[in-house]
């Protein structure tokens, strides 16, 4: 396979070695299993031997059933980001997935691979040669046969044979890590409960820290988590996901490129969503659902002028259009429909009996990047604003089950209180 590449030096032949080493992804990733594994007519382990798929060569001693399952989670994940990247796979990966050593003669593999497997985890080496303008690679996977490991060291395969390259180590782990967990169309959050607790029992790891650090590859599965976070965020959320992609090819194409060039003007933006993400994500949760308003402005309800604004049930955040001062008292009315899972009835914005589906609020200082704490609202009444801000809006719901059927909006009208006619109850229609 060769590609078109800027020149390092005409008519020079040059070989570089590259490695990408893979560590446990979570304390939970030694103890998934894969869904052959079930099977007990097979043994763990057989005979090392060659199986393949359009793809994929796997020297490997996993039994039939479990290669089987390997072979196509590595095809529907490579299929996923070579959509993603823009550039289909033109070389077989080639891979050793070990179950047991014992089942292996030392010999089958480099030093570098036997010293991975040892330690049960994974290395991915890439031989680059340059010539010319152009280049070729090929890369040899060693990964120890847990459910993370071979997805995330394939990811790093096919970006050196595809690229030469594999992208500043914020990236490179980071992309490996979301190619581990992808599904098919589904952007929600999939990593392992391991990292959910590890990353909400742990002071967050600046965007600094991630992005110009010295750290190596292969250096623990906590340094990992921080890089797969920073990455599903920029990849997910649209306020950022159409700059990323095209940096990502840039990184990885040698162009100059880098993440303070791309995103230096939206840093404080950047940064509030990023420490909102580690606060509140869990399994499920959707960062193309629950990203922040930055373009709508907000204005103060001036005499009897009233701000009327739509809240969704399936957004996180909403902006109200309303700026509010702190000691003042505004009177609102939230007029419509909504509900917070398929199954449940359509409620106002009080809320079901226990509490999901009531409108919230909370004060968004801009000058500051900082969110207060929330407080209720519902269908009708007043509220004293306790600092100057924006006043955002939202349904009560879980934020990693936003995406289970929620559905229907509320139109919500703020008016200084006292000011001009009071704003109808919106509930005084059902009570007749």
Not at 312 to 333: I, M, P
Not at 347 to 360: H, I, S, T, W
Request: proline share 4%; glycine share 8%; charged share 25%.
């Amino acid at each position: 396979m060769t590609m078109r590449m800027n020149p390092v030096r005409r008519f020079a032949v040059i070989a570089g070695l590259m490695m990408c080493v893979a560590v446990a992804s979570s304390p939970d990733g030694m103890a998934q299993r894969t869904k052959a594994t079930d099977d007990q007519t097979q043994p763990a382990s057989v005979a090392p031997r060659d199986v393949r798929s359009r793809n994929f060569l796997l020297h490997t001693d996993l039994n039939d059933n479990d290669a089987q399952d390997l072979l196509e989670r590595l095809e529907t994940m490579l299929r996923l980001i070579s959509t993603y990247w823009g550039q289909p796979n033109r070389k077989t990966i080639e891979c050793y997935v070990v179950k047991d050593l014992k089942n292996w003669s030392p010999n089958a593999f480099e030093p570098v691979g036997l010293a991975s497997l040892q330690n049960k985890v994974g290395v991915t080496r890439t031989n680059v040669r340059v010539l010319g303008n152009q280049f070729d690679a090929n890369s040899i996977v060693y990964a120890y046969a847990n459910r993370g490991t071979p997805q995330h060291e394939a990811v790093h395969a096919y970006c050196g044979q595809t690229f030469g390259r594999t992208g500043p180590l914020w990236y490179s782990e980071g992309m490996a890590e979301m190619g581990n967990y992808w599904k098919e169309g589904d952007a929600s959050v999939n990593c392992s409960k391991g990292v959910v607790r590890y990353i909400h029992s742990s002071s967050p790891k600046t965007l600094n820290a991630i992005v110009n650090s010295d750290e190596v590859t292969g250096d623990s599965w906590q340094n990992y988590a921080w890089r797969w976070a920073l990455c599903h965020l920029l990849a997910n959320n649209p306020n950022y996901r159409q700059r990323f992609r095209p940096l990502g090819l840039a990184m990885l194409t040698g162009q100059r490129a880098s993440f303070n060039g791309t995103y230096g003007s939206m840093a404080e933006e950047i940064s509030f969503e990023y420490l909102f993400f580690l606060e509140h994500f869990d399994i499920g949760y959707r960062a193309d659902l629950v990203f922040w308003d930055w373009k709508t402005k907000s204005s103060e309800p001036r005499s009897s002028r009233k701000i009327t604004c739509s809240i969704q049930s399936k957004a996180g955040w909403q902006a109200s259009r309303c700026r509010v001062k702190a000691g003042t008292k505004y009177e609102y009315s939230a007029a419509g429909k909504w509900q917070v899972d398929e199954s449940a009835e359509l409620v106002d914005a009080d809320g079901a009996e226990d509490g999901n589906g009531r409108l919230l609020g909370a004060i968004f200082d801009r000058g500051e990047y900082k969110l207060g704490e929330p407080f209720e609202l519902g269908a009708y009444g007043t509220f004293t604003a306790e600092s100057d801000g924006d006043l955002v809006l939202r349904c009560r719901d879980d934020w990693h089950r936003i995406n289970d059927g929620n559905a229907g909006k509320m139109s919500v009208q703020i008016k200084l209180e006292g000011s001009g006619d009071p704003l109808p109850d919106p509930r005084d229609n059902v009570r007749g």
